[in-house]
């Protein structure tokens, strides 16, 4: 009883405790993410341990005897500060937020990256045949153009506006242009050491993600632009012309 001689309230005690969950709730989200950008950072600094130990190994002579390896990081760091340049800040600001989800998306690049060397060097001994390595490093070269021209396109043509379906120039081909030169570049880097069987995962992984993503992304574009979206997905591949 209380000092008013009434009973106890259950339902309102009970309400009490669920607003208290609600408040705990957000705050373990806050850790869960602080741990995953520790964790991140954790991550980078290991990597870098390992480049270190990697130099101090001697991987400046390695990449003087290997030429298509030097010029294809070379495509690729192109690749990643083009994107950098290319993105608007409200973008890069999202990706900032959901650190752990950028995390996610960088662990398979980072196996994929170490996978193809550690197949040829513990399966197959020696070096990639020097014509593979040089196709692949065409490869990367096409997969950059591809999506720098296209990035390039979008964010200073038409897709700038975001009042129309793009479907000129890259996109006149292919539907989605920056990410089928990012698969060609992804792909290139097993070539370059001669690792067919990395070479085959990764088509897997990219044909899995890419179907994924590609369908998220034109959900949103056929509620945007509704049946101008729905002609255009029907007139114009995915990603490889005349086949998907």
Known sequence: MDQNGHAPDATAHEGHAKTEEL?????????????????????VFLV??????????????????????SAYLLVYAGLR??????????????????????????????????????????LYGGEAPQG???????????????????????RFGAGREGHAVVCS???????HPVRAGIGLILFAWPLEYGAPITAAVTIVVLFAVSRRAIRAEESE?????????????RETDRLIPNVW
Do not use: C, K, N
Not at 33 to 43: K, P
Not at 110 to 121: D, H, I, S, V, Y
Not at 142 to 154: F, K, P, S, T, Y
């Open 132 to 154: 593979v390595a040089a196709f692949g490093l065409l490869i990367a070269l096409a997969g950059l153009w591809l999506a720098i021209g296209a990035r390039v396109q979008w």
């Open 81 to 122: 500060i083009a994107g950098v340049m290319l993105t608007d800040v409200g973008e890069t600001r999202i990706d900032r937020a959901d650190g752990g989800s950028r995390w996610r998306r960088e662990l398979p690049l980072l196996l994929l990256f170490a996978a193809a060397p550690f197949e040829r060097t513990y």
């Open 221 to 233: 574009l056929i509620a945007r632009f509704g049946e101008d979206y729905e002609s255009y997905q």
């Open 23 to 43: 408040r705990e709730e957000p705050v373990g989200r806050e850790i869960d993410r602080e741990i995953g950008r520790r964790l991140g950072g954790l991550a």
């Open 48 to 69: 870098a341990v390992i480049g270190a130990v990697a130099l101090g190994l001697g991987i400046s002579d390695y990449l003087g005897e290997h030429p298509y390896v």
């Open 169 to 175: 120039g890259f996109y006149r081909y292919v539907r």
